[in-house]
Structure formats: C-alpha cells, structure tokens
C-alpha cells in the first residue's frame, strides 16, 4: 500500500526536512508557533524544533514580511505564513518592490531567497476579503516566481524546491485541499532519497486524445473530475495537464498536449481579467495556431468580488458541470 | 495633555458623572436590553452555525457587549461607528435589527449586506455605522477618514474606530495615528482588549510601555486605560473624549479592559489551550457585564430580578424569530452576483453603460 498523506501533513513534511537540511530555514508567520498554524500546516515544527526556527509573529503583514525580505539579503532563508495569501495586500510594497525588485536595481548584486506562502482560494464562506486568488497578479512581477501546487504530492516536492530556489518565490497553497489525501512515497521509497519536483515543470495528470483541460492548483482537481464525466456520459478524451508552476511556465508540455488534442480549456478559479488562462491562450494560439480546431477556451470565477452567501459561493467558483459543457461547445 | 490613569476613581464615582446621571430609569433598562439581545442573538447564532446554516467564520462578542454598548450609547446624530469582524454588537448597538442581521450570516437575500458580506463584513451607513472589516486593522484608515470628512463638512461629531489588541500592530493604524494628531481629527480609537489576538496573549504581540494605548504618547495624542465591565465607567470615561472631540477636534485612543468568552472565532480549534480553563471560568463567573448592570440595575431598585428575567426572555424570543427569518428567507439569485460592483453600472448611467465592465466569457 503506498503512503497517504494530506495536503498539509506533506508541507509539514517538506518543511521539517528542510529544516534538518539547512540550519538558515526559519518558519515564520502569525500563530504558526505555539498555535500550531491556524491550519495547522505547521502543526508540531515549534515542538521540536523550537523559537530560533519556528516563529510566530505580531499581526504586522509589512512589517515581518518586509523583515523576512531583509534577512533573506543576508543569507537567511524565510519561509514566511500568511495565514492568508488574501492579507498579501498589506504587504505588497515589500513584496513588489523589495523581493521582486531588488536584484535588478541592485545589478544583480543582492537576492531574495525567501518563501512567502499560505492558502490562496475561496469556495470558504468567508467573504471577499479572506478570498482573494493573486497568482496572476505575482506572476506579472519579473524577479518573483509562483507555484500553485493541486495536490500533496506536488506540495511537497515543490516546496522543498522553492525553499532552496534563490529567488523568491510565492507559494499558493488551498485550505479546500489541507485534508485532502493523496499517495506520497516516504523518502526510503524514492530513487533519490527525497521527493522534489523542479519549479518550471508541468504534469500531465491524465492522458487524453479529444481536448487538453489545463489548470493549476485546486482547478486542477475539478478538470479531473470534469474530464471522468466527459469519459462515462459522452465517450470524450481529456487531458489534463496541471502547470504546477505559473512562474517559471512549463510551455513545451501544455503545447505538446494541445497540439495532440487540437482544442484546449484553460480553468482557475481567478478572475478572468488578466487571468493565468489568458496569458497561456494568447500563449497556445501564438505559437501553434494551425494545431487548433477550435478557439482556446477559458473558465474563471465570475467576474465580481467573492460573494459570502454559500450556495452562491458555490458557483461562482468553477465545477465540473461547466467545465464539461464548456467542453462539448467545441468538442 | 496625554494623561495615564492608574489611579483608580473612587467606588461609585462613575455613576455619579454628570452623562450617567442623565440616564432615566427606562435608559438604564434599555442598556441592559440591548446587551441581552446581544448574547442571545449571538447564542442563537452560535447554534445555527453549529446546525451549518452558515459558512466560514463566527467570531463572537460574548463577554464583551458592555464596551459596545456603553460607548455607542454616548453618539449622537453626526457620530460615527466603524469595526473590524468581531461585529455583530456593534451593529445591534446602533439600532439594526437582529432579522436583517442573522440573515446575513445565513447567506439570505434578507440579509444587511444582501447575503454578501457574511459575520464579517456587517455595514449600515444610514445608521453611521460603516462596519463590519475583515482585514485586521483595515478600519482604522477609515474611521480616521470619516473624522476627517466630518472637520471637512464642518459637522460637530466624532468617529469611534474599535479595534483589538492584535490590531494595533500593523502599520496603518500607526500611520492613522500621526494623521490623526498631526490634523487634529476627532477620531477615537477603541481598543478592545480581550487580551488576545487568536491565540497569541498581549504579551506576546506587543511591546508597549505601561500599556497599549501610552503608544499614542509617542503622537501627542491623549490616551486613556480602563475597564469595560461596567457600563458606567465605559460611558463616563467615554464622554470625556468625545467631548473633547466634538468641542476640540481632537483625537483619542482609549484601551477598555475585557474578556471575550468564547473561541477567537467558532473555528478555534485551540480555545482551550492558550488559556486555562480557571480563566475564562473566572471571567465568566466574576466579570460578566451583563450580570454587573443587573446588579446595578436591582440595587438601585430600577428592576427586579423578575422584569430583567422577562426581558432576556423576550430577548430570547426575538432571537429565534430572527434565526426562523432567517431560515425562510430566500437565498440571492444568481444574477445578483453582478449587482452591487459598480455604482455607475447599477444605476444604468451613461458611465455604467460605456465600455465592458464585466468579463465573463
Ligand atoms: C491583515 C490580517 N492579518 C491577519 C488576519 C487574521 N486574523 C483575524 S483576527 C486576528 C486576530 C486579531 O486579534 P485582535 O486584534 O486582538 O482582535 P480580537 O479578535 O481579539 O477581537 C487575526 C490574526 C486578518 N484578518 N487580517
Ligand atoms: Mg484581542
């Protein structure tokens, strides 16, 4: 029976091996300590390894975000929480003009290897503030990178990589997958001794031949959900091809799909606006155009601020439902 | 200017401040009224959330409804209140019906923000209350900008910002106090103190001087420090800055001593452990403010144990009714997702009809 770990316990995982790897990793973040994470992500770090590695902070986003942008400058490696990836807001002169920028103006002299991660998804009942999804608008910054990992597996071998890029590098996590559970081998089983997955490299998640479904992140689950349907109830093959990272973009595996299957959905639960989809359809049509028989398709949230109101929530999100007729408009 | 107030006033002497001794004994009831619908509404939607009739989070006000209540009673017609999520007394202070309140948190049509905004996000500005915020500290720009607008349309009031004592740490509300003294606006800070911020103490999270609200020393700012268990002192101490406010323009930060009882938030999976049980058992059994105005209330042969019995009855009463309003209410259609984006757009403008403004494919 292969090992099965949820979402969470795999990050804990990468976190605790990175610890032991490298004495510069510091866990920072509010409630991360002592509370054990508001998730519970870093649940038993601050037991065993103690202040000077797992550290809770005041409520002060700028502040400790910023600090942790500082440290990395010197050779630390943070790995900072946001309890939610929503409060990057506060946060968000440092982030950009600090951890994204600072390279460049400085020619190249400085680095930022810091981690800024935390769940990034609505679909929680908690309202338009606590909801927000901004991989598109990290990613449009050159000097970050951003992953958005869909299950545990890919959570944790990414992770250990972005703790050790030396860039910085913005890690959406999602509080629907925490308690999800998915195989994950133990070190002893793998070739390598550890799971670590490259930034940069995407994953086809189910082979198919009539349409490519890409997303990333908790998406990724629904294309897979949409893609049995379209299997069972319309004898439809789909592909789903799961970018992991949005920052650095795996091009050639999202090309050679689509120029398989001829037609191709791009899902996230973004906004449309500028959305990770619209970069990659510009991307697809760009550069293999005479591969498509149908116009690159795309499903986002709808287009307004996240609404509380739960049955509400629930569709305002994408679901398998529309993702399979979406499909069958260009099958 | 900045005064700290360690010495504690004389047993008694609150009640016998001038804005204590204008309350009539039907005034005196209301305020016992109100806090008993407070913990009977949130009671009543403590249940609810446990039966899944909502969504994400419930933080609740139980143990602390006497500083909401105590201060709002002191406002006026140019007054202004705004808060972070902890939000549900706040809005039932200031006059807004527990019906429109509770269908909010089930996510009906009915609700305050039309099941939009959730626990967190409560708003009713023909009340002067302007939230209802879930970014900690988010509000405290804004109650700064709504005693900025009140000095810029000339009207004599002031805007009381609440916020906790997690709160205090982020930088907007630091930049709020420089603008609030460097301009001279009536704003007052109130410092909710349940000695919390989830599960991280005070001493924790703060590094202060004597306590919290001495940080407005650093900005020239009067400061003061006091406990919220009763109302008397809440309200007594309350008036001399909104006096001072409405007559001098000047801003405050006030820090009220309380507790909460529950969870940070119906999800805190850790409630029991940052803090022990004897704890919040003495707070409970010791420093209820609701049990401390009835006594007041009874000692001073206001009200029998009898009349306040049949108070929190009916206030029972009409939390259940809110929650079965709740229940039979609609649900938002689909459409109205798009309503409420764009004021141009809703109101079918010449702007709101120029150009795409959404962009669903
Ligand atoms: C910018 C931001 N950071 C973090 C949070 C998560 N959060 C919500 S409430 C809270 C604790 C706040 O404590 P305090 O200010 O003392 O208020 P209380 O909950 O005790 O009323 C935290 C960390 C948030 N909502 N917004
Ligand atoms: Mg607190």
Redesign the interface.
């Known amino acids: 029976m292969p090992r099965r770990l949820s979402y969470r316990h795999a990050l804990r995982e990468a976190f605790d091996e990175e610890l032991a790897r490298d004495p510069m990793v510091v866990l920072m973040g509010?409630?991360v300590a002592?509370?054990?994470g508001?998730y519970?992500v870093t649940e038993g770090l601050w037991d065993k390894w103690g202040d000077d590695r797992i550290v809770?902070t005041?409520?002060?986003?700028?502040?400790f975000i910023g600090m942790g942008i500082g440290a990395s400058m010197l050779g630390v490696r943070p790995v900072m929480e946001l309890m939610f990836w929503?409060?990057y807001?506060?946060a968000w002169d440092q982030i950009v003009n600090n951890a994204a920028m600072v390279r460049y103006m400085s020619g190249g002299k400085i680095n930022c290897p810091i981690v800024i991660r935390g769940p990034a998804n609505g679909g929680?009942?908690?309202?338009?503030?606590?909801s927000h999804t901004p991989e598109n608008i990290l990613a449009n910054f050159p000097g970050m990178k951003c992953v958005c990992p869909s299950n545990a597996y890919d959570a944790k071998g990414l992770m250990k990589a972005a703790i050790r890029d030396n860039d910085p590098v913005m890690f959406m996590e999602s509080t629907k997958l925490y308690g999800e559970e998915w195989d994950v081998p133990s070190n002893d089983e793998l070739p390598d001794g550890e799971l670590f997955i490259p930034l940069g490299v995407a994953d086809v998640k189910r082979e198919g031949s009539d349409i490519t479904l890409i997303a990333h992140g908790r998406a990724v689950i629904t294309c897979l959900k949409a893609a049995e349907i379209l299997e069972a109830e319309h004898g439809i093959s789909a592909e789903v091809v799961d970018i992991r990272t949005i920052r650095p973009l795996d091009e050639e595996t999202i090309l050679e799909s689509v120029a398989k299957t001829h037609r191709a959905i791009y899902v996230e639960e973004n906004?449309?606006?500028c959305g990770v989809g619209a970069q990659i359809a510009y991307m697809i049509q760009s550069t293999i155009f005479d591969e498509l028989d149908a116009p690159v398709?795309?499903?986002?949230s709808?287009?307004?601020?996240a609404?509380?109101?739960?049955?509400?929530?629930a569709?305002?999100l994408p679901t398998p439902e529309v993702v399979v007729e979406k499909a069958l408009s260009i099958c | 200017m900045a005064k700290a107030t360690s010495s504690a006033p004389p047993a008694g002497s609150h009640a016998a401040a001038p804005i204590n001794q204008s309350l009539t004994p039907d005034d005196k009831i209301g305020l016992y009224r109100l806090m008993s619908r407070i913990r009977r509404f949130e009671q009543v939607s403590l249940q609810h959330y446990q039966g899944g009739k909502m969504a994400g989070f419930l933080h609740l006000y139980i143990g602390q409804e006497s500083v909401a209540v105590g201060t709002i009673s002191l406002l006026g017609e140019n007054d202004h209140v705004i808060t972070a999520y902890r939000d549900h007394a706040h809005a039932l202070a200031v006059g807004m019906g527990m019906d429109e309140c509770m269908a909010e948190l089930f996510g009906k049509a009915t609700g305050c923000s039309k099941g939009k905004g959730g626990s967190m996000h409560y708003f009713e500005p023909s009340k002067n209350y302007w939230g209802g915020h879930g970014i900690v500290a988010g509000q405290t720009p804004l109650g700064l900008g709504l005693a900025y607008g009140l000095k810029f349309k000339k009207l004599k009031g002031a805007a009381l910002c609440y916020l906790g004592d997690g709160a205090v740490n982020q930088g907007a509300f630091h930049e709020s106090l420089n603008l609030a003294a460097l301009w001279s606006l009536p704003v007052i800070y109130i410092i909710e103190n349940n000695g919390y911020s989830m599960g991280t103490s005070q001493s924790r999270s703060s590094a202060y001087p004597s306590c919290l609200a001495e940080r407005a020393a650093g900005y020239d700012m009067d400061w003061e420090l006091f406990s919220g268990e009763d109302i008397y002192e809440v309200r007594a101490r309350t008036q001399v800055a909104i006096e001072r406010a409405h007559t001098l323009s000047r801003p405050a930060v006030l820090e009220i001593a309380t507790y909460r009882w529950e969870g940070h938030s119906v999800a805190d999976a850790n409630k029991e452990k940052y803090r022990t049980k004897e704890e919040v058992e003495r707070f409970k059994n010791e420093h209820d403010p609701i049990q401390r105005w009835r006594r007041v209330l009874i000692e001073e042969g206001i009200a029998s144990e009898e009349d306040l019995k049949k108070i929190d009855k009916e206030a029972q009463k009409e939390a259940e009714a809110s929650g079965d309003f709740a229940k039979a209410s609609p649900y938002p259609t689909p459409e109205s997702i798009f309503e409420d984006v764009y004021w141009e757009v809703d109101n079918k403008t010449d702007a709101g009809q120029t150009g795409r403004h959404f962009f669903n494919d």
Do not use: C, M
Not at chain 1, 297 to 300: G, P
């Open positions: 509010e409630e002592q509370y054990n508001a519970k809770d005041p409520i002060s986003e700028a502040g929503s409060f807001t506060v929680t009942g908690v309202g338009a503030t606590h906004k449309p606006f398709l795309r499903i986002n709808l287009d307004a601020p609404i509380y109101s739960p049955p509400l929530e569709i305002q």
